[in-house]
């Protein structure tokens, strides 16, 4: 059935105009490649038209398939799966020459589509990419067999295997795309389409063009190279090597073959776990921007001006984030000297982006530009918003928000960047809690994607809305939580932390424990973490915070020895390993400080599996993750997983440590932190909503969808 509200026909002269209509990005939604189809079709029935344009209206040509209709062919609802070969293949076969009119992106099944016209021309803003890979799929529309023939085997495989966007210059020059058009779109690609009815050639397809492969000597090294890559850049994710492997065959399988074998590899891609959890995260990451509960027009604030205080590791990363966003920054430090030690450390960081040509010199000197460094609080009261980035010691912390207090501008906002401590009393000693709030950053603030934003009970809607707002300038993506000691990301960490310590105390070693979890798909493990973050940082929040450990816990016996020996990790050349410059190597030493410090508190040595490590510290964050959902302090699980996925190295493919829950199954998960409760006693009391949900249809999921209904 085509749908003329999705697909309008219109004609101008002799050339039919096909335009797609659905909003926001034109995806292939059903309807819309029945309505291009059928306006094709209808073309080649009207003698009067010699030729057809392809065109999306609004901000884009069409971004791809239609996300959300996966989950439904996966979970099998009827009716919802349809090949868009046949269709697209109808297309290809049409008598005239179809040509496509490109502007803002041609993604996935849209470049696909693209590709089944005859002809592509675009605007020189355009982008076209094959993004799927993201999905953890392939392209299933002939992408993997059209793109090489347009582009060769190296260029088409590199493409499908990164995902990413290629501008119309180079899809230009590499023969993807035929003509760029200055000025209107339109109107170039109807001429370009009656020049080609009026040449009286046949249409290209191109599914007839063999010249354009590359010798198989040339590419296949080439695609060995990116098998590499991909082994490197997307370490544990099948699809990249499976683009590959589809790209690969094309110009070994005639054209029909090969749309099979795309097929194939498709559904298989699809209904892996691997997909699920990327389209999971697809829509997660849209999905933490809107907080239920805070309306869609709260009034923002106007964020002009900002102000930092601290120029330390924090403090200096977050100016930096300000000045790369435009926003200038007022820097304040103590005295002189820290001052000079925090911009030195700025000015090494944007030297080195210029090294690597990632910045252009007179670029990196305009932001630098942007910092105002200061040891006083003269300016503060221009600052539209001031973050603090002080030591995470209570007392400080609010003699300095009793500072900026008495200095800010009555509407601007006060962020504190605590990685643990309570929003509310910090902001009892302001006169304006409400305009209180956590910017929780993570290290390195200019690089790392993530503000947890932590709401305070009186913070406003408006200081919230903007918050949210403020990080897509800063280029990062804030997700909303509630105030609890380590909030989201750091509660759940320290019992992962704390799993991982227990279990070399047992008698795992260092090595293994890191190695399963980098295994998993974690960015690095747990004690490779702990250096680099450093140990005397997690060490000083244990000491402030002794209230945090349940009377008869077991408490971790090493790290702490660690800190007293001044093996504070990477930055001390020592912590749980010894450092040569930044590589780790196992030490000794810190195995016989385990042992014997495990003796001498009676715990027995035992060798350990590596699935006990996985599930001791992965399902650790996970029962912890069904407490702070079920307190309301995490909002949806997806605000959890995308947390772990952005700030602490979660692989993007398990969806987060929730969403990695539901697919293991709750009652399997359920079970098994019972059975460690049985052995190990308190820290691993399961989470009332874990048992409560520990049933076959239970997930994380559903509940927040259901709760959030
Ligand atoms: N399907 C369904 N919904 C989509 C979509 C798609 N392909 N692409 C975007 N959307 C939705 C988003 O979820 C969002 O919805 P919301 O407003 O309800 O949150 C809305 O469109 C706008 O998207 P963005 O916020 O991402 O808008 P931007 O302007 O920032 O970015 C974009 C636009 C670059 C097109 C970006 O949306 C994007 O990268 N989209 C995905 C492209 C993609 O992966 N295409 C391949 C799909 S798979 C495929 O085609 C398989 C084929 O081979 C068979
Ligand atoms: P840091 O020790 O590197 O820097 C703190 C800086 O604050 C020092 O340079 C100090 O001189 C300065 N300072 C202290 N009192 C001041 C005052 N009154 N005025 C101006 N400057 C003052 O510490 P870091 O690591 O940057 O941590 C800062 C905050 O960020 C802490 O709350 C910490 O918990 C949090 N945080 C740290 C992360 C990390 O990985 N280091 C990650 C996320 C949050």
Redesign the pocket.
């Known amino acids: 059935m085509s749908d003329p509200e999705l697909v309008g026909y219109s004609t101008q002269d002799n050339v039919a105009v096909l335009t797609v209509n659905n909003p926001p990005v034109n995806a292939l939604s059903p309807g819309v490649p029945q309505g291009v189809a059928a306006g094709v079709e209808r073309a080649n029935a009207d003698e009067a038209i010699h030729a057809v344009v392809l065109i999306g209206s609004g901000r884009t040509f069409i971004a791809g398939a239609d996300i959300k209709e996966f989950g439904k062919i996966v979970s099998g609802e009827k009716g919802a799966e349809v090949s868009l070969n046949p269709l697209l293949n109808g297309i290809e076969a049409s008598e005239k020459p179809v040509v496509c009119a490109i502007h803002g992106t041609a993604l996935g099944g849209g470049l696909e589509t693209a590709m089944a016209c005859h002809y592509r021309v675009a605007v020189p803003e355009a982008q076209v990419g094959q993004p799927e890979v993201k999905l953890g799929i392939i392209p299933g529309a002939g992408g993997t067999q059209r793109l090489p023939r347009l582009c060769g085997v190296a260029k088409a495989a590199e493409i499908c295997a990164s995902g990413r966007m290629v501008s119309a210059q180079e899809a230009l020059e590499s023969g993807i795309l035929d003509k760029l058009v200055e000025g209107d779109l339109l109107e170039g690609a109807i001429a370009f389409a009656r020049e080609r009815a009026a040449s009286g050639e046949p249409p290209r397809r191109t599914r007839d063009i063999s010249d354009r492969f590359g010798d198989k000597a040339q590419y296949e090294p080439m695609l060995a190279g990116i098998r590499q890559e991909c082994a490197k850049r997307a370490r544990g994710m099948t699809a990249p090597l499976k683009n590959v492997e589809a790209v690969e065959l094309a110009p070994t399988l005639p054209f029909e073959e090969g749309l099979e074998a795309e097929a194939k590899i498709f559904q298989e891609c699809l209904f892996s776990d691997q997909s699920k959890a990327l389209i999971h995260v697809f829509f997660g990451q849209r999905a933490v921007g809107k907080v239920p509960g805070i309306a869609k027009d709260t009034p923002l604030l106007e964020i002009k001006q900002a102000a930092v205080?601290?120029?330390?590791?924090?403090?200096?990363?977050i100016a930096m984030s300000y000045a790369n966003a435009g926003i200038p920054v007022t820097l304040?430090?103590?005295?002189q000297e820290?001052l000079n030690?925090?911009l030195s450390v700025i000015r090494g960081n944007y030297e080195s982006s210029v090294k690597k040509g990632r910045l252009k010199q007179e670029k990196a000197e305009q932001i630098m530009s942007l910092i105002r460094p200061t040891?006083d609080y003269d300016t503060f009261a221009e600052a539209d918003i001031i973050v603090?980035?002080?030591?995470?010691?209570m007392a400080?912390?609010k003699?300095?928000f009793a500072?900026i207090d008495g200095v800010a501008k009555p509407q601007a906002i006060l962020a504190?960047?605590?990685?643990?401590?309570n929003i509310d009393e910090i902001a009892a000693v302001t006169k304006r809690p409400q305009s209180v709030i956590g910017h929780?950053?993570?290290?390195p603030?200019n690089i790392m994607p993530l503000i947890e934003v932590v709401r305070g009970k009186e913070t406003s809607d408006t200081v919230i809305a903007t918050s949210m707002n403020l990080a897509k300038r800063l280029r990062k993506t804030a997700v909303l939580v509630g105030n609890c000691f380590g909030f989201v990301g750091n509660r759940m960490f320290e019992q992962y932390q704390r799993q991982a310590q227990f279990l070399v105390e047992e008698g795992a070693t260092i090595e293994q424990v890191d190695r399963v979890l980098r295994e998993f798909g974690m960015a690095m493990g747990p004690f490779a973490v702990a250096d680099l973050?450093?140990i005397d940082?997690g060490c000083r929040?244990a000491e402030e915070n002794p209230d945090q450990i349940p009377d008869g816990a077991r408490t971790a016996l090493v790290a702490c020895q660690l800190y007293e020996q001044g093996r504070y990790g990477q930055k001390t050349g020592a912590g749980w390993y010894k450092y040569d410059g930044r590589k780790p190597i196992p030490d000794p030493e810190v195995e016989a400080l385990i042992r014997k410090s495990a003796e001498d508190a009676g715990i027995e040595q035992r060798t350990i599996g590596d699935q006990e490590i996985l599930e001791r510290t992965v399902y650790a964050l996970i029962n912890v993750g069904a407490n702070l959902l079920e307190e309301g302090i995490a909002v949806r699980s997806v605000d959890i997983d995308m947390i772990y996925i952005m700030g602490y190295g979660f692989p993007a493919y398990r969806g987060g440590p929730m969403f990695y829950a539901d697919l293991v199954g709750l009652k399997t998960i359920y079970d098994r932190v019972q059975h460690y409760h049985n052995v190990h006693g308190l820290w691993w009391e399961p989470a009332p909503l874990l048992k409560q949900l520990a049933k076959p249809t239970g997930s994380f999921s559903h509940f927040a969808e259901a709760d959030a209904q």
């Open positions: 205080v601290g120029a330390g590791t924090m403090g200096g990363g304040k430090e103590t005295d820290r030690a925090g040891t603090e980035a002080v030591f995470e010691n400080l912390k003699q300095v500072e504190s960047n605590t990685s643990t401590l929780h950053f993570f290290s603030a973050a450093g940082v929040v």
